[in-house]
């Protein structure tokens, strides 16, 4: 009942290449608006593991017309060889584990789950101040950032400023190398300092994070390469 | 075998798919259940001042998803391949999707949260559901196989299977527009483990 026919030629296309060549490389295309946004942690994982992806950003016009073929009437979705997949965080995990940045056990993998989740709780608490903060809400900010802004602020951070100490200051979140959660945190913290400068400064160990993240020479690159947005 | 205690509230809920991927995989697990009375003095102890906690030989992890994620995957209940265990994570994600939503009527109809719940259903609740519930009964229609994903019960299935059930004892006719999803909830209901599980477990809500 979806127009997809285009999406399902592709399929069986790389089903015959794979045949064809057993050895390649899968082919990946990311596709969301033309943002950061949910997508940037997966562009991160690809600059990081240097895989070449297509950077496939929707103008907004052709939303309708593509969400018709998206699994879950969402962006972004990932495809593998032409086959689908939905969800930010169940694709960052999936990019994540195959290039080697999820966490290097299964109990570091899981701490890195569980900070993922929890960032996700904080965002969706957040999201009614900081939508004022960008400006595409109206409300009274001053106050909203002292019933809602500051406390839910303080109360996610907090437990990230105590993971990264817990976790020996090293820089990064957990375990002793870049996962997907440091790239989350790092892009978030960009964003909101963009409209609302300063207002994490009280957690110098996630600043550190942070640091280390747009320090990695990787990433450092793909930064200074991206379309700039202000979310 | 690791020593394991899962501490969560006195319901099924979020902690609910933990427990029953423990009992499906055979692995034993100390069920702790925290009243609400006693919870204020255990919430610090805990890493993010939240239940559910699984303790691993002591080592506490948080965050319901990721718990049964660790538990699900050593014991082959989180898809077969790299893809299928993505297409679990990505089910899973879009219910929590669904449930913040619903949660806007639901958590006032159970009695957690203030409000009009009338009102709260006409605005959330219906729409919450058929966004959500047209997604399961196509994804149960191309996997095939009777479950979600793959060719045998992942955690994903213990999830939708419970919530479904919760809902449809709570709202009767709530889901009558979705006969694949109660089917769906029986076939998993029906696995020996589950049922076992089912008969003996505390009753709660």
Known sequence: FRACSMSRVFFYFFEILKYILPETMPSYKLTY????GFAEVSRQLFALS????????LPREEWPEYQKCTPFGKMPVLEVDGQKLPQSFAIARFLARKFGFAGKTEWEQAWVDALGDQFKDYLNAFLPFFRVAFGTATGDLEAMKKSDGEPIRDNFFGILEKQAKDNGSTGFLVGSSLTWIDLIVADHMGVVEYHLPHFLDGFPEVQRVRRNVIETPKIKEWLEKRPERPY | MPVYKFYYFPVRSL????????KLAEVDFEDVRIEDKNWPEFKDQTPFGQMPVLEVDGKPIPQS??????IASQHGLAGKTPFEAAWVDAMADQWRDFRFEFRNYWYIFMGYWEGDAEAAKAKHAFSARDKFYPLIVNQLKENGSGFLVGDSATWIDLLISDQAVTINKELPGFLDAYPEVIAHAAKVRAIPQIAKWIETRPETR
């Open chain 1, 33 to 36: 608006f033309d943002t950061q």
């Open chain 1, 50 to 57: 240097d895989t070449p992806f297509e950077d496939n950003r």
């Open chain 2, 15 to 22: 902690g609910e798919v933990v427990r029953q991927i423990f």
């Open chain 2, 65 to 70: 998803f990721a718990i049964a994620r660790y």
